[in-house]
Nanobody, 125 residues
């Protein structure tokens, strides 16, 4: 049984940093493309960042580029999202996801087979 469990969310002030972690069981993150998405209040789930399976390249949404960093830790079978210079508009539930390969556009939710339950990030102004 595959499980992705996110942690590290919380309430912070604008300008602060948080590091989200996604620990996988039932799959090896080294054999999947991994991504982070978020869903703000009243909004659709949107792409945040991904690390590809084939070559480990990373891609980011324009809104987080330069502030967020995705990384894969194969030894801990986890994926992290380092979030710096947080803004109130980053407030959302953040989800970790795993895709079987890179053949689909990893910026879109249908590319991913497994999802975590999400962790809340709230940034106050």
């Amino acid at each position: 049984q595959v499980q992705l469990v996110e942690s590290g969310g919380g309430l912070v002030q604008a300008g602060a940093s948080l590091r989200l972690s996604c620990v996988a069981s039932g799959l090896a993150v080294s054999t999947y493309a991994m991504g982070w998405f978020r869903q703000g209040p009243g909004k659709e789930r949107e792409f945040v960042a991904t690390v590809t399976l084939s070559n480990g390249r990373t891609y980011y949404a324009d809104s987080v580029k330069g502030r967020f960093t995705i990384s894969r830790d194969n030894a801990k079978n986890s994926v992290r999202l380092q979030m710096n210079s947080l803004k109130p508009e980053d407030t959302a539930v953040y989800y970790c996801a795993a895709a079987l390969d890179d053949t689909s556009n990893l910026r879109y939710t249908p590319a991913y087979k497994y999802w975590g339950q999400g962790t809340q990030v709230t940034v106050s102004s």
